[in-house]
């Protein structure tokens, strides 16, 4: 038993129209995690009681005709990043498997728990979230649902996150996006996942891997999920009224970078999805964009990442290594030798490199690029597993187009644009700091176009 393909507003209107109860969704998503071969590598732990005592209570208060907030009642499972209290947050690894427990719930649990949410446990990750891949060698990855047989990737670092939704053990999942965390298991399972600009969801008690990119965002079935849940997060209203129409909407289409290393099948999906939106009426702008060749030259050291990691790992690094997952250890350790001068440099050739990618866009008279989130299909987890230089590699590829946008401090979408029956192919909308509900309206009429998948 799993929780049905429902978006959010499906699963509202059946709450309140008696058709189902809290209850009963969560004992699905309890029973799919509990009983599927991905449940035990998706979750690190399940809320089992306190999950069923909260949808017995919101099912009470329904019944009494208590008005309820947008979440009452839907399962939502939550990345091992975020505090809950009494929880112990380990980030998905054995350091902090004895760490103490949390004395109080992230501004995260807060909100998702002020919404009605039923907080179904706690998925599963990269080790710190330190990977765009997905595997994890202390608690096991969850497979791809596109090919289990096979055995692939499901994204990371937000794998648990994905598969927990995309098996029916959750009806949406929040993570974490510091270099596409969100959009990359969305794009190669199929889902839609929404990075908002950095500041926009508040990071006290979550786990950090790079405070300076580090974002919140929702893994989901709909663009209009993921603004509900964006709404949620932020403390803000629904970000969609209704989607931008699309005739002569400027969006503009990097050719610089993005498109290397593309596998047919994505370029085909992704072809096919251009020319969707251009019958529309949307005009795709092709334009070079030289700032994103740039960036790994920019990052050269490891980035803000590997520094920011680095300041907050050194201690237990130095105690601990056995304990970690060496691709991430030696990641991590890159950060020691970035020094004071070459972190204030970095900033500034941040603050130089955003400008100089936004004003591309304004010389185009766009606001917001279109790409592919990754340009290849989900690999093999074996192949990744028994290869160092394959893992590296294909961790860097994976990672490439979505940390554009986290560099440029921006918002982003992954939509899925594959046919049924295909490997999942992800498109993204990316736009310029703050633009998250102007994103979120333009992807909802993309989301409209391309209906065509279905």
């Not at 208590?66 to 979440?71: D, E, Q, Y």
């Not at 710190?128 to 969850?142: I, M, Q, V, W």
């Not at 941040?350 to 990618?357: L, N, T």
Request: charge should be negative; include cysteine; hydrophobic fraction near 45%.
């Amino acid at each position: 038993m799993t929780l049905p393909s429902n978006t959010l507003s499906q699963w509202q209107r059946e709450l309140a129209g008696g058709r189902t109860s809290s209850r009963d969704l969560t004992e699905q998503a309890l029973d799919a995690a509990m009983h599927s071969s991905e449940g035990a590598p998706a979750f690190l732990a399940l809320h089992a009681d306190t999950a069923r005592a909260s949808a017995d209570a919101i099912d009470g208060l329904r019944a009494a005709g208590v008005p309820l907030p947008p979440l009452a009642g839907i399962p939502i499972s939550i990345k091992d990043l975020f505090d809950e209290a009494g929880q112990t947050t380990r980030g998905g690894s054995r350091v902090r498997q004895d760490a103490a427990r949390a004395a109080s719930d992230s501004v995260v649990v807060q909100r998702l728990r002020a919404a009605g949410a039923v907080i179904i446990g706690r998925t599963n990750l990269t080790e710190f979230a330190y990977s765009g891949l997905g595997l994890n060698p202390h608690y096991g990855t969850p497979r791809n649902p596109w090919d289990r047989a096979t055995g692939r990737i499901p994204g990371g670092s937000s794998s648990g996150a994905a598969i927990s939704v995309t098996d029916g053990m959750a009806a949406a999942a929040i993570g974490t996006d510091t270099g596409g965390s969100v959009r990359i298991p969305s794009a190669l399972c199929g889902l839609t996942g929404f990075k908002p600009t950095a500041n926009r969801v508040p990071m006290d008690g979550v786990l950090p891997l790079s405070p300076t990119l580090d974002s919140i965002g929702p893994l989901a079935r709909s663009v209009a999920c993921c603004a509900l849940l964006d709404a949620v997060l932020s403390a803000s209203q629904l970000a969609i009224s209704s989607p931008t129409p699309l005739a002569d909407r400027r969006i503009a289409l990097p050719k610089t970078l993005v498109f290397e290393g593309i596998d047919a099948t994505v370029s085909a999906a992704f072809e096919a999805a251009c020319s969707v939106l251009s019958a529309a009426g949307a005009r795709l702008i092709d334009i070079d964009v030289p700032e994103f060749a740039e960036l790994g030259h920019i990052n050269r050291m490891g980035g803000f990442i590997a520094a920011e990691a680095w300041a907050w790992h050194a201690d237990a690094l130095a105690s601990r290594e056995a304990d970690y997952d060496p691709r991430v250890a030696v990641r991590i350790r890159r950060g020691q030798a970035i020094s004071a001068a070459d972190y204030i440099a970095l900033l500034a050739e941040r603050r130089r490199w955003i400008a100089s990618v936004q004003k591309r866009l304004v010389d185009a008279n766009c606001d917001t690029f279109l790409m592919p989130t990754v340009p290849v299909v989900a690999p093999t987890i074996a192949s990744l597993q028994e290869n160092d230089a394959l893992y590296g590699s294909t961790n860097l590829l994976m990672l490439r187009n979505p940390t554009l946008i986290n560099f440029l401090d921006g918002c982003a979408l992954s939509l899925p644009c594959h046919r049924p029956g295909e490997a999942p192919v992800g498109i993204t909308l990316a736009s310029r700091h703050g633009q998250d509900a102007q994103l979120l309206s333009l992807g909802a009429a993309v989301e409209a176009a391309l209906a065509w998948q279905d």
